[in-house]
């Protein structure tokens, strides 16, 4: 069985439109931010950081934190509530696709999951992010960035007291330099770690709620293939899953890594073999252009120009991508290991020595 083509194009524009819904979500941060940095300038221009005791630090600490926690707070519930009805609607969008996958003359509606049920898989189902915080429920790993963010700053008032810092300059530590453009302070971290919990909680939540469908529809579907983004930003782990299948009842789901980009699509019983015209969008050194749906990302990634290569994979990898000999399935499968985590190139070449021999490195 073969992906339908029209339900691979829905997939890959849906993933478009998601991407744009993170950035959206991401902005509704921004006066937030500004909250954030109006109180704690405000709790420290009350008086001078070198005068305090220990014990009126201690309380200074506790005041900035319960703003910050409040602001916070009123933020991830927010955050929170826009996922759930993003849960719904991609629960319903899945539905749709499956029924526009069905072949001229057969009327298929999809079922859709109970709300109860998208919103138990959303927040009970654990994350496949891999590595270090992999596996936590998404109200953990919003609540724990947001609970990172005001240690960072309580953390960096602590400290400025102890080094005997004025009270000027912490608050540029933490606001930043107008020479830099603010990019430099702590603020400026926690605006791009909202940025990477909020790309990644959506991918969560996409998948999860397509995935309740899916379950609802395991008379039609038996399992779900990856598709990765092609183009050079694309990270080690999704390059190696792009077009691998998994039964519809196990395996991982994306997101593989903050910022994931990867989907799936559906394989259906009554899909008909992608045909030679099927294609995929990609991003290569000349731009956007459409090419056989057919080609992994690694397929496609031989068709393109050397730099472009050393840009995907590095130089090395690169390298031992096109002089070490080995298939495209080969040096795929060299990139994770057996839980789809990324191994590094001392791990490759202990697995291949030959091919880095070829290759000379």
């Excluded at 990765?228 to 782990?237: E, G, I, N, R, W």
């Excluded at 190696?240 to 299948?245: F, I, L, N, V, Y």
């Excluded at 903050?258 to 099927?278: E, I």
């Amino acid at each position: 069985m073969a992906v339908n083509q029209a339900v691979l194009d829905a997939t890959i524009r849906h993933s478009v439109f998601l991407e744009k819904l993170k950035a959206g979500e991401v902005k509704k941060f921004a006066p937030f931010l500004k909250e954030i940095d109006r109180a704690v300038r405000e709790q420290l221009t009350k008086s001078d950081l070198t005068e305090y005791s220990v014990k009126r630090l201690n309380k200074l600490l506790d005041e900035v934190d319960s703003l910050l926690l409040g602001i916070f707070d009123r933020y991830t519930d927010q955050l929170s509530l826009d996922l759930i009805d993003l849960a719904n609607y991609e629960a319903q969008f899945e539905a749709t696709a499956l029924g526009r996958a069905a072949p001229v003359g057969v009327t298929f509606d999809g079922v859709i999951p109970t709300a109860a049920a998208i919103r138990t898989a959303v927040f009970s189902n654990p994350l496949s992010v891999r590595g270090a915080g992999g596996g936590k429920l998404l109200k953990s790993f919003i609540t724990d960035w947001s609970t990172a963010e005001r240690d960072r700053v309580n953390g960096a008032i602590r400290q400025g007291f102890f080094e005997g810092q004025t009270n000027f300059k912490l608050i540029r530590r933490i606001r930043g330099t107008k020479a830099a453009g603010y990019s430099d302070g702590i603020l400026a971290t926690t605006s791009r770690n909202a940025s990477t919990v909020v790309h990644t909680a959506i991918q969560h939540v996409a998948s999860q709620a397509r995935m309740e469908t899916i379950k609802e529809n395991t008379d039609v579907v038996s399992e779900i293939e990856m598709v990765a983004t092609l183009d050079s930003k694309t990270s080690q782990q999704c390059r190696s899953m792009d077009k691998r299948r998994f039964p519809v009842d196990s395996g991982p789901r994306p997101p593989f890594h903050p910022n994931c980009r990867t989907t799936f699509v559906p394989v259906t019983k009554w899909t008909k073999f992608l045909s030679k015209d099927a294609t995929r969008a990609s991003v290569g050194p000349n731009g956007g252009d459409q090419v056989a749906a057919s080609l992994s990302y690694y397929d496609w990634l031989k068709l393109q120009p050397s730099a472009f290569q050393d840009q995907a994979l590095g130089p090395i990898r690169a390298k031992l991508f096109r002089d070490g000999g080995l298939t495209l399935e080969r040096f795929s499968e060299l990139q994770l290991d057996r839980n789809f985590l990324p191994l590094t190139l001392d791990q490759m070449k202990t697995l291949e020595p030959l091919a880095f021999e070829r290759a000379g490195i």
